[in-house]
């Protein structure tokens, strides 16, 4: 079966320091990947997508970048973080064919002070 | 905006009665999905209702869809505590889930 795994789990980091969240899955081939983003008692905002190794689209430009150096690896980065960009961030997959479920990770907290 | 949005933004209810969460969207879909979030946590698919389909069941679980009000429901019947939840509806108008848009969901507390 499909898992996905997304870490950290929480993380504090200060203004302008560097940030990486890593996400994998397993049991499947070339799913299509996301980051989503939620604030506090907001719905979900799309980060990026990524249909392919290599293949990233931005949603909103902002200070983050992301990812994807493997099929099933997706990163989310920042040079130097802001503290509008602390949040809940969310990792998902779906297969590739387009209009299927998505599946989401357990999330990471990032708190920036 | 092709968003999702729900109603209530909250609803308490005991356990055993039924819950109703309300989703309406603007324009032409492929799909909408409900998901189910708990405090702090990630997402949980419930259930994909398609364009062409009415009503689908899954347990508890019964989602209407009328493309003509462009509007969903999500029925959750004989609530336990464990179904307290938020739960969001997500809207896929472009046949590609790139494009999947969620609403701000509903919050749903059940009272034992």
């Known amino acids: 079966s499909q898992t996905i795994h997304q870490w950290p789990a929480t993380l504090v980091q200060p203004v302008g320091s560097p940030l990486s969240l890593e996400c994998t899955v397993e049991?499947?081939?070339?799913?299509?990947l996301y980051w989503y983003r939620q604030a506090a008692g907001r719905g979900l905002q799309l980060l990026f997508y990524s249909v392919g190794i290599g293949q990233i689209s931005s949603e909103v430009p902002q200070n983050l970048s992301a990812s994807r150096p493997q099929d099933r690896q997706f990163i989310l980065s920042s040079k130097k973080l802001l503290l509008s960009d602390s949040g809940f961030y969310l990792c998902a997959w779906e297969q590739g064919a387009v209009g299927n479920t998505i599946y989401f990770g357990e999330g990471s907290w990032l708190t920036v002070v | 905006s092709q968003q999702g949005e729900e109603d209530p933004q909250a609803l308490s209810i005991q356990e055993g009665e039924n819950a109703t969460m309300n989703c309406s969207y603007k324009t032409s879909i492929n799909n909408l999905q409900w998901y189910r979030q708990n405090s702090g946590r990630g997402l949980v698919h419930l259930i994909l209702i398609r364009s062409n389909e009415r009503e689908k069941h899954s347990g508890r679980l019964r989602v209407t869809l009328d493309t003509s009000k462009k509007s969903s429901s999500l029925l959750i019947t004989a609530s336990r505590a464990a179904d307290t939840a938020s739960y969001f509806c997500a809207i896929n108008s472009g046949g590609s889930n790139y494009k999947l848009t969620f609403g701000k969901g509903t919050l749903l507390t059940v009272n034992p």
């Open positions: 049991g499947t081939s070339n799913p299509n």
